[in-house]
T-cell receptor
Framework: DQQVKQNSPSLSVQEGRISILNCDYT??????FLWYKKYPAEGPTFLIS?????DKNEDGRFTVFLNKSAKHLSLHIVPSQPGDSAVYFC????????????FGTGTRLKVLA | DGGITQSPKYLFRKEGQNVTLSCEQN?????MYWYRQDPGQGLRLIYY???????QKGDIAEGYSVSREKKESFPLTVTSAQKNPTAFYLC???????????FGDGTRLSIL
């Protein structure tokens, strides 16, 4: 059973517009959430995180929103740039337990110039 | 520069052979992880270690083995018991459970 789901395998957005990537989770014990960006043949790069005590965290063009009641988080990229084209993974962790993260299957974002 | 180094970047294995993937970090992180990525799929956890001389199985540990004799090093052995070893393998480390994991650039393993 997949505890972290990214239901959109791909997304295309025009340069300058907003990109919204979504992630759903099922385990109510998850209290720390992250987004990673990955280029082909490279390791994922950490983008932004949020703990369950917050509902929003912002870092430059990237904002993560957390809706605990819906068990849903989203990553907003504004404005989108061609260099943002990559695969984006969300991940979740129960920090009271192990150091284990559960990753989603990823969403491939393509920003069109 | 601090970071995680995985070697080699590409690795080929003959059927029936064991092969070991290297992962070294100089970030002074306690925890280290091994993931496998297959095309179109997310990252699946193979093994993780929260402290030296201790490690736990992840979701897909069968056919793999690890050791954690030093804080800096967490090698992964893909044994002949792993029936489908062709994949992209990623190593990561973190300082605690509520800090991001940092990843190496991966090793692509292929079967000859």
């Amino acid at each position: 059973d997949q505890q972290v789901k990214q239901n959109s395998p791909s997304l295309s957005v025009q340069e300058g517009r907003i990109s919204i990537l979504n992630c759903d989770y099922t385990n109510s014990m998850f209290d720390y959430f992250l987004w990673y960006k990955k280029y082909p043949a490279e390791g994922p790069t950490f983008l932004i995180s949020i703990s369950s005590i917050k509902d929003k965290n912002e870092d430059g063009r990237f904002t993560v929103f957390l809706n605990k009641s819906a068990k849903h988080l989203s990553l907003h990229i504004v404005p989108s740039q061609p260099g943002d084209s990559a695969v984006y993974f969300c991940a979740a962790s129960d920090t009271s337990g192990t150091y284990k993260y559960i990753f989603g299957t990823g969403t491939r974002l393509k920003v069109l110039a | 520069d601090g970071g995680i180094t995985q070697s080699p970047k590409y690795l080929f294995r003959k059927e029936g052979q064991n092969v070991t993937l290297s992962c070294e970090q100089n970030l002074n992180h306690d925890a280290m992880y091994w993931y496998r990525q297959d095309p179109g799929q997310g990252l699946r956890l193979i093994y993780y270690s929260q402290i030296v001389n201790d490690f736990q199985k992840g979701d897909i540990a069968e056919g793999y083995s690890v050791s954690r004799e030093k804080k800096e090093s967490f090698p992964l052995t893909v044994t002949s018991a792993q029936k489908n070893p062709t994949a992209f393998y990623l190593c990561a480390s973190s300082s605690s459970s509520n800090q991001p994991q940092h990843f190496g650039d991966g090793t692509r393993l292929s079967i000859l």
